[in-house]
């Protein structure tokens, strides 16, 4: 018995070094990458001009849609806005731009001196309907297909290999 | 005039007591919901960006009527598990519930085996 017991401390020590080990080598900072894959559902995104609501349906008429979370408080966002407007030239994409937590007055200015690389423009004055995306903080863009299932996610601005990456997808058909 | 003044504190009492159920709920959840872009903290315990905007989804929720677990459940398909403080039992974290309870019967068997031998000795 004796020697059952001294096993069991052995291998229960054995497990707690090798827990140890593992989360000591595992990526600590949060992703949402499980998200690739997964369809969007119950889209309600109020134009940013008017009283239209964008919703599943709207998305699924374009071949790609890059939805882009930005404001023109975000620092970040100011950052990949020129690789927003280089996105706008391909033909095959559109990009849905949601204007978070904004006034409408500085997001105006800052489409106005940086450019509109938009498709479509909505807005979500509260940041409710971002959580519906798993946004949570700015800029994060997803690129999703006609079927509205994600096939990327972008956290933070956007940089020269993402719109590599991003050109890929779309041209790859 | 005695019955009038008994019946508006009986109902002021059970709104208060309604109200402060509904806080306390709305409390719990937030505690077992992690601050995303915190250091440690639940929802319930910033006041970030990303905090006050889930405790609003997470009262709109509620003013809808859903459960604890069908608000975990949303959250979690949003976010992932890493949202829970305490996640669901699931084929990837069986571990993390059995273990103390395994660990437990493992203690309590030798603590039983180490006193039976003491007495044995005695």
Redesign the interface.
Known sequence: ?QKV?RS?IVL?FIFVLLVFYNSLNRETN?S?D?LVGNKLTKINLKSFNDNKIYTSEDLKNNDYTLINFWASWCAPCRVEHPFLMRLSKEKKLKILGVNF?DKKINALKFLNNLGNPYNDLAKDT???Q?????I??IPESILINNETIVLKKFVGPLNEQDLDDIKKIINSL | MKLKFFLIVFFLNLSINLNSSELVEESKIHKNLRC??CQGQSIADSNS??AL??K??VK?LIDQGKTDDEIYSF?SD???D?ILYKPKLSPGNFLLWGLPYL?LI?GGV?IV?LIRKSSKKA
């Open positions: 018995m017991i069991i229960l949060y949402t499980y937590k509260t940041g409710k971002s959580v519906n995306f798993g949570y903080g | 995303l872009v960006e990303f905007t889930l609003m989804v709109d959250l949003k976010y992932g890493w660990v493992i030798i085996f």
